[in-house]
């Protein structure tokens, strides 16, 4: 079975010490994408051992979220994953309201895929972009974030921010989308496709690239699962698993989509297993444009969710609703759950304990980067140290979320 | 909308009565019927309460009964009141499509329990969270040091007796 990571490596192994060197890479390192640090024991240019070093970004948000009231923690969530936001307030969402048991309408849960199925394009684009740039094929960049400027657009449309949104709320979402929005998505989506044949042009038939990411960084099934590796990375290993489908959330059910696996294991199968999944989240957003049914966004509780802006103007009670949510909260039925979702890095859970008064007594939030940083060494071991760089960028790990 | 709520056994006695057939909770009883001390299904989600020094014993158990994959683990600090830690293991299944939850309670003097490094290398990460941040510690854990402080940080900030601000 493989081992996670082993122990800190402070000087080479007992009889190498003339052969073996331990090197350090970051935190300040490009292709770390933020403040990862590795030290890493090599034989020449052959990798030994490794060991991550991490915290480096650590802000104690767990903490802070025990002195906030439930409807303050959303834009902390935000700030963990900040390259896939809406995942992160969605998770936290629905853990409170099955806490609540609160019943969200149905315009608010399509929206919700609706954005979060576009935060995972976002996620993906970064990676894309990010993955090329560290092989050494710059120009994806510029075209991955090209697209991913469209969906900033489109989010500073629907909730006023680009990166932090905190749109998804408790009871539903902060706003209506904006008139034009489903028409724009629409445009959006419709050029979508082509772009990614655009990537898959630049990358697929590029021997470089094909080099570098073929046969590098084999992780197996048993493996993937040992090690708690999610998402992409897990597909790709040949764990048919996706929380979306198996495990449905705010109404997954309802769209129909296929779930790309691989069995080879390596960089490429990760590199070709998120392009047809963004593929498929095209396909999710056309069906959610099909159907979006009319209604409200919010659920209608009163004492929970924020009044309109114009009912509070105009009605005594909404006045007060607003300003007892504000000042003391609201309080939530004391019990625990935990709400796991299909977040664009792979599995994300929230565990909320409630212990009945309006601020959450613990929340714990389980992010898909920490523990594939345990299945680094396994990836590694015995390839050149050129590899570590792919390997980093092929299971697209976010430092916010695994320092949180 | 939501999917529907099945209704809360509050207790022991009510799963056994309710979800006798339930893999995970066939699977505690043909091995260990003692170790399971409570047990509860709210919100949709089965807990099982285990006895601290069966917990890694337990979770191979289950592990064997199809709940293959290690997804999260943490603790919950619950002072002032006795017994003051309590640990969810919250463990997926891939077969049967569902999580649950596996507690331990732990009392606050030197609070210790065994590792499950060796039945999923994924808690390792985990583990060394639990102990930087509640001062838990892990029987038989292959590096237990602090993962996300500085490794001369005094104190452990999850703990409900560690202010939000710090100690300045």
């Known amino acids: 079975m493989a081992e996670s990571a082993g122990m800190p490596i402070l000087e080479p192994a007992e009889g190498a010490h003339d052969q073996h060197m331990v090197i350090n890479m970051g935190p300040q390192h490009p292709a770390t994408h933020g403040v990862l640090r590795l030290v890493l024991e090599i034989d020449g240019e052959i990798v030994v051992r490794i060991y991550p070093e991490i915290g480096y970004l650590h802000t104690g948000i767990e903490k802070t979220c025990e002195a906030k009231f439930y409807q303050q923690v959303v834009p902390l969530t935000d700030r963990i994953n900040y390259l896939d936001p809406l995942s992160n307030n969605l998770c936290y969402a629905l853990a409170v309201e099955k806490l609540l048991g609160l019943e969200i309408p149905a315009k608010a849960t399509w929206m919700r895929v609706l954005m979060a199925e576009l935060s995972r394009l976002n996620s993906h684009l970064i990676w894309l972009g990010t993955h090329a740039m560290d092989i050494g094929a710059l120009t994806v960049f510029l075209y991955t974030f090209r697209e991913r400027e469209e969906i900033l657009r489109l989010f500073e449309a629907v909730a006023g921010q680009r990166m932090m949104l905190s749109y998804i709320r408790i009871g539903g979402l902060a706003l209506e989308p904006p008139l034009d929005f489903l028409d724009r998505v629409q445009a959006f989506i419709h050029t979508f496709p082509e772009k990614i044949d655009e990537y898959s042009n630049l990358l697929t038939g590029n021997p470089i690239f094909r080099n570098r990411l073929k046969g590098v960084g084999y992780l197996s099934a048993e493996d993937a699962i040992a090690l708690g590796v999610t998402g992409p990375p897990m597909r790709a290993s040949g764990v048919d698993f996706d929380v979306r489908r198996d495990i449905p959330y705010c109404g997954y059910e309802k769209f129909q989509f296929q779930v790309p696996i691989s069995t080879d294991g390596d960089c490429w199968a990760r590199y070709e297993v998120r392009l047809v999944e963004m593929r498929e989240s095209v396909k999710i957003i056309q069906q959610v444009l099909d159907g979006m049914p009319e209604g409200p966004v919010k659920a209608d509780a009163p004492k929970i969710v924020l009044p309109d802006r114009e009912k509070m103007k105009t009605q005594m009670e909404a006045l007060i609703h607003h300003f007892k949510i504000v000042t003391e909260g609201f309080e939530v039925p004391a019990g625990e759950v935990y709400q796991s979702i299909e977040a664009g890095h792979g599995q994300t859970g929230y565990y909320v304990v409630s212990d009945g008064t309006a601020k959450p007594y613990r929340v714990h939030m389980r992010y898909p980067s920490f523990t594939t940083l345990q299945a680094l060494e396994t990836m590694c071991k015995g390839r050149m140290l050129a590899d570590v760089v792919a390997v980093i960028g092929s299971i697209d790990i976010v430092l916010g979320e695994i320092d949180r | ?168």
Request: glycine content about 4%.
């Open chain 2, 1 to 168: 909308m939501a999917v529907a709520v099945k209704p809360t056994l509050a207790d022991k006695a009510a799963v056994l009565a309710g979800l006798p057939e339930h893999p995970a909770v066939k699977a505690i009883l043909a091995w260990n019927a003692d170790a399971l001390t409570d047990a509860k299904f709210d919100f949709n989600e089965l807990t099982l309460t285990i006895a601290p020094e069966q917990i890694r014993a337990a979770l191979a158990t289950v592990q064997a009964a199809g709940y293959n994959f290690f997804e999260d683990m943490t603790a919950v600090d619950w002072f002032p009141s006795s017994p003051r830690f309590q640990l969810s293991y919250h463990i997926l299944s891939h077969p049967f499509k569902e999580h649950i939850r596996l507690r331990v309670l732990l009392d606050e003097a030197d609070p210790s329990v065994e590792s499950i490094v060796s039945v999923w290398p994924a808690a390792n990460f985990y583990e060394r969270e639990v102990f930087d941040l509640f001062g838990i510690r892990f029987e038989g854990h292959p590096n237990l040091r602090r993962i996300l402080l500085p490794d001369d940080w005094k104190g452990h900030p999850l703990r409900k007796d560690y202010p939000v601000e710090g100690y300045r």
